[in-house]
């Protein structure tokens, strides 16, 4: 167990339609990276928060978005969703930004478009 | 960040130490290089990583050449459970971790 929760495990929507995805990160974990794992396009990284803030994009859609609440625990939103959204969004986490500070993950979300 | 070239698949013998080889020839002098599996669809799991010094921790060995131009990670005594795709990452400043396509170790009985 990591310690990244994330909710829920699995979602079955269908096409048009909007989800949110939650992520608890680690107790004391300020930091947020968000990732899409389909089966033809592997881990992509999606977009990562730190105490708030984005801080970097990666291949996010226009149709998805974060945020990081004070909390510290994010929610992915993805919005007209297409069949091709169908993936598992994973969440993690790490205490700081620096290199030398491991990313932690969750256990994922099961999204399914139909 | 520096790119990692790892094999697609490797075997390895139950209880035979495992070693998963990673070339990332571009490295910085300030880049990491971690290592994760993941076992059928679950989360990526953290197992290692270091800068220029070789790593053992409760999981594994790293060990990082002079050049830092190529590593290998070392599971000394692998079970049937060890079978995953491995990723070595080349991590530098405040990026998040980008990951390749990985090397899919199978352990055999």
């Known amino acids: 167990d990591s310690g990244v929760t994330q909710t829920p495990k699995h979602l079955i929507t269908a096409t048009g339609q909007r989800v949110t995805l939650r992520c608890s990160p680690r107790?004391?974990?300020?930091?947020v990276y968000w990732y899409q794992q389909s089966l033809d396009q592997g881990l992509q990284f999606l977009i990562q928060?730190?105490?708030?803030?984005?801080?970097a994009k990666g291949n996010i859609l226009e149709r998805f978005s974060a945020q990081q609440f004070p909390d510290l625990h994010s929610e992915l939103n993805l919005s007209s969703l297409e069949l091709g959204d169908s993936a598992l969004y994973f969440c993690?986490?790490?205490?700081?930004?620096?290199?030398?500070?491991?990313?932690?993950f969750g256990e994922g979300s099961w999204l399914t478009v139909v | 960040d520096a790119k990692t070239t790892q094999p697609t698949s490797m075997d390895c013998a139950e209880g035979r130490a495992a070693n998963l080889p990673c070339n990332h020839s571009?490295?910085?002098?300030?880049?990491?290089v971690y290592w994760y599996r993941q076992i059928h669809s679950q989360g990526p799991q953290y197992i290692i990583h270091?800068?220029?010094n070789n790593e053992t921790n409760e999981m594994a060995s790293l060990i990082i050449t002079e050049d830092r131009k190529s590593s290998t990670l070392i599971l000394p005594h692998a079970t049937l459970r060890d079978t995953a795709v491995y990723y070595c990452?080349?991590?530098?400043?405040?990026?998040?971790?980008?990951f390749g396509a990985g090397t899919r170790l199978t352990v055999k009985p």
């Open positions: 993690a986490s790490s205490v700081e930004t620096g290199p030398g500070n491991t990313i932690y």
């Open positions: 107790s004391g974990d300020l930091s």
């Open positions: 928060y730190y105490n708030g803030e984005e801080r």
């Open positions: 571009t490295i910085s002098g300030n880049e990491y």
């Open positions: 270091g800068l220029k």
């Open positions: 990452i080349v991590r530098v400043g405040n990026n998040d971790m980008r």
